[in-house]
């Protein structure tokens, strides 16, 4: 650190008080000319790019991931501070990894597991989105096969999404009157 007003190059610290946002104010008093001046000392982080599925890269945005998990949590019972812990979740674990890219496909995972712990409709509207299927029975094969196989009950009848059943077109009782 030089001094702002002589330029040395030696100072001491006089006082150290982290501020309310998490950086550090240092007051200092250059040891040449005896002048005082403060310093704001703050972290800063290195978020990885992000590998897209069309090859482009993009710096990680947490508003963009927080947007996004908000729209799967839409109208459920889970709070904003919820959503935004698991945000700083995965942003920590990002940061932790050290890499200078990482592919959209290894976050999306991230994403749906922190949703899963969350809420699970969040969860299957958020895979619903990330993932491209053909088809609902692609959508629910895959989801059935991966995720979701700790949170079927298989005790009882379940309904099939994709074979519906023929609605008799004649009804039995006439109900216009015309008996």
Excluded at 96 to 124: C, N, W
Aim: aromatic fraction near 8%; include cysteine.
């Amino acid at each position: 650190m030089k001094c702002p007003f002589c330029g040395h190059s030696e100072d001491k610290v006089l006082d150290t008080r982290v501020q309310k946002d998490g950086g550090i104010r240092r007051r200092r008093e250059c040891l040449s000319c005896k002048s005082r001046y403060s310093t704001q000392e703050t972290v800063m982080l290195s978020y990885p790019f992000i590998i897209k599925k069309d090859g482009r890269r993009e710096p990680f945005n947490k508003e963009k991931l927080l947007r996004g998990m908000q729209a799967s949590c839409q109208k459920r019972p889970v709070s904003l501070a919820q959503v935004e812990a698991a945000v700083e979740r995965i942003a920590a674990w990002l940061i932790t990894r050290g890499e200078g890219e990482v592919a959209s496909k290894i976050i999306g995972r991230r994403v749906m597991a922190e949703l899963k712990q969350l809420d699970d409709v969040a969860y299957v509207r958020f895979a619903s989105v990330y993932r491209t299927f053909k088809d609902v029975q692609e959508f629910v094969e895959k989801l059935e096969g991966d995720e979701l196989v700790d949170m079927i009950d298989n005790s009882g009848p379940q309904l099939s999404l994709t074979a519906f059943p023929l609605i008799n077109p004649k009804p039995d009782k006439d109900f216009s009157g015309n008996n």
